[in-house]
């Protein structure tokens, strides 16, 4: 399970590294156009939202799979043994659960958006790749959560404590 959580880590650094130079990229030439040039190129701004989109979806996986995402923690912070584990472990499941839903919509949302063939607007780009960003970054979460969910529950029966390392 370490490999499978290594290989979507690197597939996400790709991605985030991908996607944020892209977006400087646009925004640096957005910036030059429009102080120097004056030529009226709207898709730089489109691109680099795009981009951001990206970047923020991804980024929300990696920030709960190594906690760094906001969360109050003054209960959990105090709870110790079995007891913690299964708050931990409830926690998890219902970000599971929560996660599935979002995954479910957002696969009817593209889906959606392929059947008419929206485009957008500066880019002529077919909506269904923005609103990939959704369904791509949902498939991550609930893959890394059920995974580290299930890590947790393997630890407890094992008698180990909770090792946040294995969520990283």
């Not at 979507?8 to 892209?22: D, G, P, Q, S, W």
């Not at 931990?88 to 958006?113: N, P, R, Y």
């Not at 959560?145 to 029966?157: C, D, K, L, R, S």
Request: hydrophobic residues 55%; aromatic residues 8%.
């Amino acid at each position: 399970m370490k490999k499978f959580i290594k290989a979507l880590t690197n597939i996400e650094n790709v991605i985030m590294v991908a996607t944020f130079a892209t977006m400087v990229m646009c925004s640096f030439a957005q910036v030059v156009n429009r102080n120097i040039f004056k030529l009226p190129i709207s898709w730089f701004d489109e691109a680099s939202t795009y981009c951001m989109i990206y970047m923020a979806l991804i980024g929300t996986e990696l920030g709960l799979r190594d906690g760094t995402q906001i969360a109050v923690t003054a209960l959990v912070d105090k709870l110790k043994g079995k007891t913690k584990q299964i708050v931990e472990v409830f926690a998890k499941v219902v970000v599971l659960i929560f996660s599935s839903t979002i995954l479910i919509s957002a696969i009817k949302m593209v889906g959606k958006q392929i059947e008419t063939g929206q485009t957008s607007a500066a880019l002529g780009l077919p909506m269904a790749v923005p609103y990939a960003a959704l369904v791509i970054s949902f498939v991550m979460i609930v893959l890394v959560q059920a995974v580290t969910t299930f890590e947790i529950i393997v630890n407890m029966f094992k008698g180990k404590s909770i090792d946040m390392e294995v969520q990283k």
